[in-house]
């Protein structure tokens, strides 16, 4: 199996590398439309890791300018469960290519260290056939149908990031009280209140003012409003993602989203 990888970020960069030691890979970037072009002739299967749908829109235009000659199309962007469909429901009834969508989760450590948790979405048959391709980067688990990957992805992500607003306002409360933030973690992580935000993102990430986790507030904000288009008019929870998402608006773009703790702060 040859396998071509577009789109090498913080993400994808170790995530390809991490598959050549399994598979053959040739590796581009998605700025190369002449060179994704000759992928799609020359690859059994390609792997898109891309910042939102949008991107993978326009990777899969240039795969599609010529004969497309790969089988199936695996994508590791945390993209629109809409779009995602479409990309595959294109692919499938005009070239008869598959797609799987697994976005992934665990940061650039754990795509280093090929212990990302992969959200694998599509028909099983597919996902069966490439599980040691999957394997050679990640632990795949398989959801259901296209699309499926991104959705949990988006409530992963909405948890994930309310999680951390949630801890930093106590947080920060509490060394208000004049309790040590450190110790009332060590408290709360062997408690019922524990999470990764208590037990990583705060000792390892921002107690320590590094704010390096890997991953954006621009992708947490596509992300967060992916599941608040899943809930539409829910009266009982999307008031409290459009919360979120403001508070998410007031943090730079390009900055890790663990600055958002930042702004619980007293300044």
Not at 97 to 108: F, K, Q, Y
Request: aromatic share 6%.
């Amino acid at each position: 199996m040859k396998i071509g990888f577009i789109g090498l970020g913080r993400m994808g960069q170790p995530i390809a590398h991490r598959i050549s030691h399994k598979f053959p890979v040739q590796k581009w970037s998605r700025r190369d439309g002449k060179c994704i072009t000759h992928l799609s002739q020359d690859c059994d299967t390609i792997i898109t890791c891309l910042p939102t749908s949008l991107e993978v829109k326009s990777v899969v235009h240039d795969l599609l300018v010529v004969t497309p000659r790969f089988q199936t199309l695996i994508d590791c962007t945390s993209g629109y469960v809409e779009s995602t469909r479409d990309i595959g429901h294109l692919l499938k009834e005009q070239f008869n290519i598959d797609m799987l969508d697994a976005p992934v989760s665990g940061g650039p450590r754990k795509a280093h260290d090929g212990t990302l948790c992969a959200m694998v979405g599509g028909d099983k048959k597919t996902y069966e056939k490439h599980l040691p391709l999957l394997q050679s980067f990640s632990s795949p688990q398989y959801v259901g149908s296209l699309g499926s990957g991104c959705a949990i992805k988006s409530i992963n992500n909405m948890l994930n990031v309310s999680q951390l607003c949630l801890v930093s306002a106590g947080m920060y409360k509490l060394q208000e009280l004049g309790i040590d933030i450190t110790c009332a973690l060590n408290t709360i992580n062997h408690s019922s209140g524990r999470s990764l935000i208590t037990e990583e993102r705060f000792p390892h990430n921002i107690l320590n003012n590094t704010y390096d986790y890997g991953f954006s507030n621009a992708l947490m904000k596509k992300d967060l409003d992916q599941a608040i288009r899943m809930f539409g008019s829910d009266a009982t929870i999307t008031p409290v993602l459009h919360h979120i998402q403001n508070i998410i608006a007031l943090s730079n773009d390009a900055q890790d989203y663990t600055t958002i703790s930042k702004l619980f702060t007293k300044q």
